[in-house]
């Protein structure tokens, strides 16, 4: 009875209007910290997850969404819409980078949107790094989610994720994506096994939430151990494996990687992603292409290998060019426009 009656002292005379300031996030928050810094001697991933649920729950601006885009308006405000949808009544912000024309949100859509304008030759991951340097400093998010602009979300979608992380513990949720006819199009994967660290099979959570090693980038709820281990997007590379990337790397740190049962979206699949590879094109132009940000950049190809390869780094690195060697020698254009 002593303790009990020593912890309400402390609790009223730190916080004595605590009762009219229920809907104050921080005030709140400086709640948490005392009560278990008194009580749980520092263990400050406790203070994390109480103070995470109470954020997202009680509706305050606690979702950072970040978002890239290039001259496609019409899909990025449908997506923005469907945002809207997924996470019904949640503040939340979208940091959105913009490497083509001057867009305005329309204002009937309610949302914040914090505007990046970036060079016109960015590619999708140095975008999306630009979006997260607004995650810098702001301790007010909890959360951050990665959303392509032409994927459409479907109703509490993102709520459904946030709540397999609660209930799961897990660390980053994946959401799987599908296409017209029903398949997967984006979503997570596994390695092969151990002895080919970078050779990975895709999986497709239907009725239960799978573990995976990495993920594909075009819906994902990253939590407060991924961001505060990792952060919200890794620096360094261009357009493709940044995604591959920050699995690996969240994998490797000892995160918890869930794909979500289900789809949470729709999105068709980008079929030009690496055009370097694709027999349709001459090969004096799939030449070119190699060193671009869709082919296989040297300098990010070997640093992926060599950070995720392990001890067969090296023969990674070379092996990605000696099968560009070979599909560049032995596939003959396959289309006359090309």
């Known amino acids: 009875m002593k303790d009990s009656s020593r912890r309400h002292r402390i609790i009223n005379n730190q916080f004595p209007t605590m009762g009219a300031c229920r809907n104050d ?5 400086d709640f948490i ?5 008194r009580s749980l001697k520092n263990r400050y991933f406790l203070i994390e997850a109480c103070a995470d649920l109470y954020h997202w729950d009680m509706g305050c601006p606690r979702l950072l969404v970040l978002m890239s885009t290039h001259n496609r308006p019409v899909e990025l405000f ?6 809207c949808d997924s996470v019904p009544t949640r503040g939340f912000l979208v940091s959105l980078t913009n490497s083509g024309e001057q867009i305005e949100i329309p204002t009937d859509l309610g949302i914040e949107v914090s505007i990046k304008i970036v060079p016109q030759n960015y590619f999708w991951a140095e975008a999306m790094y630009s979006a997260s340097l ?9 959360h951050v989610l990665w959303l392509n602009d032409d994927v459409t979300l479907f109703p509490n979608s993102i709520n459904d994720l946030h709540d397999l992380m609660r209930s799961t513990g897990a660390d980053i949720v994946v959401g799987q994506t599908s296409s017209e006819d029903g398949q997967v199009t984006y979503g997570g994967f596994v390695r092969h096994s151990a002895l080919k660290p970078l050779h990975f099979r895709r999986i497709f959570a239907q009725d239960q939430p799978l573990s995976a090693d990495t993920f594909n980038g075009n819906v994902v709820l990253l939590g407060v151990r991924a961001l505060s281990r990792i952060g919200p997007f890794l620096p360094g590379y261009k357009h493709y494996l940044a995604d591959i990337a920050y ?9 918890k990687i869930l794909v979500a049962p289900g789809f949470s979206g729709a999105c068709e699949p980008n079929l030009s992603v690496n055009p370097s590879l694709d027999t349709r094109v001459t090969r ?6 190699i060193n671009e940000p869709q082919g296989i950049p040297f300098r990010q190809q070997w640093l992926f290998s060599l950070r995720y390869g392990g001890a067969l780094g090296i023969l990674y690195y070379f092996a990605a060019y000696l099968r560009f060697s070979l599909t560049l020698m032995f596939y003959k254009k396959t289309s006359p426009d090309c």
């Open 33 to 37: 910290k005392i009560l278990c810094r």
């Open 284 to 289: 004096i132009k799939r030449l070119q292409m």
């Open 247 to 255: 699995g690996l790397e969240a994998t490797n740190q000892g995160l």
């Open 78 to 83: 449908a997506s923005l819409s469907y945002l």
């Open 25 to 29: 996030c921080h005030y709140f928050l």
């Open 134 to 142: 607004l995650f810098e400093g702001a301790d007010e998010f909890t």
